[in-house]
């Protein structure tokens, strides 16, 4: 089957089973949601939203996560208080008080959209900066994580040598229209979380196995 055709056959079904979708983790603003997605990395989101939803109430916005520009430890520990059940929650609060610090010194306490200004920002690496200009933005950019990695290279949308996320950023957005690729992350990575699992991939109920070749 040409590429075309595959990525054509997929996103049809994709386009059709769901129309509408959005991120799982849950959120009241752009600097609430980038919390979430630095506290989601190597955590589940139903894990995050179990503990984002106190953290939220007591630091609803960057000014009040930032605390003492100087590195208030205490701000730290407060913020370690609400995020201890994630993975690697002392990192995690260190990073989110930075990151609230440099929102409130060099952006007016406000999310910035631009790829480069947002990699400034400690706990942010390319993946979380694509979730937010893709959730937050609706800019064209493609998130790769372990499911989109995952399911990209099952259903042959990637060739073997895209064996980077950043290659299989590239050839997705290369292949995938711009209007479509920021529902095109949640996409693969629903159908990655729910449907094409890691360990046993539920193939007798995916609705894409007659076109799938089987990459496992």
Same mark, same amino acid.
């Not at 980038?34 to 984002?52: E, G």
């Not at 407060?78 to 201890?84: H, N």
């Not at 993946?127 to 994580?145: E, L, P, R, S, Y």
């Not at 299989?168 to 990655?192: Q, S, T």
């Given at each position: 089957?040409?590429?075309?055709?595959?990525? =054509? +056959? %997929?996103?049809?079904?994709?386009?059709?089973?769901?129309?509408?979708? @959005?991120?799982? &983790?849950?959120?009241?603003? *752009?600097?609430?949601?980038?919390?979430?997605?630095?506290?989601?990395?190597?955590?589940?989101?139903?894990?995050?939203?179990?503990?984002?939803?106190?953290?939220?109430?007591?630091?609803?916005?960057?000014?009040?996560?930032?605390?003492?520009?100087?590195?208030?430890?205490?701000?730290?520990?407060?913020?370690?208080?609400?995020?201890?059940?994630?993975?690697?929650?002392?990192?995690?609060?260190?990073?989110?008080?930075?990151?609230?610090? =440099? +929102? %409130?010194?060099?952006?007016?306490?406000?999310?910035?959209?631009?790829? @480069?200004?947002? &990699?400034?920002?400690?706990? *942010?690496?390319?993946?979380?900066?694509?979730?937010?200009?893709?959730?937050?933005?609706?800019?064209?950019?493609?998130?790769?994580?372990?499911?989109?990695?995952?399911?990209?290279?099952?259903?042959?949308?990637?060739?073997?040598?895209?064996?980077?996320?950043?290659?299989?950023?590239?050839?997705?957005?290369?292949?995938?229209?711009?209007?479509?690729?920021?529902?095109?992350?949640?996409?693969?990575?629903?159908?990655?979380?729910?449907?094409?699992?890691?360990?046993?991939?539920?193939?007798?109920?995916?609705?894409?196995?007659?076109?799938?070749?089987?990459?496992?």
């Amino acid at each position: 089957m040409r590429k075309k055709d595959r990525y =054509r +056959l %997929v996103l049809d079904f994709f386009r059709q089973a769901m129309p509408i979708v @959005d991120t799982e &983790l849950q959120y009241g603003n *752009v600097f609430q949601l980038l919390c979430a997605v630095i506290l989601s990395a190597q955590c589940t989101d139903k894990r995050i939203n179990q503990v984002t939803p106190a953290l939220f109430r007591r630091f609803p916005d960057a000014l009040s996560m930032a605390g003492d520009s100087n590195g208030d430890c205490s701000m730290i520990d407060e913020v370690l208080e609400y995020i201890k059940s994630v993975s690697y929650p002392n990192s995690k609060a260190r990073h989110l008080v930075a990151m609230a610090q =440099r +929102l %409130v010194e060099q952006y007016g306490g406000e999310v910035p959209q631009d790829m @480069d200004a947002l &990699l400034t920002l400690p706990g *942010v690496g390319r993946k979380t900066a694509n979730v937010i200009q893709a959730v937050a933005f609706g800019q064209a950019t493609m998130a790769v994580d372990t499911h989109v990695f995952r399911v990209s290279h099952r259903l042959g949308l990637v060739p073997p040598s895209a064996n980077t996320p950043l290659k299989v950023e590239r050839e997705l957005v290369k292949n995938i229209p711009a209007e479509d690729i920021p529902r095109a992350h949640h996409w693969l990575l629903l159908h990655g979380r729910y449907v094409c699992t890691s360990q046993r991939p539920h193939c007798a109920k995916c609705e894409l196995e007659p076109l799938c070749p089987k990459i496992l």
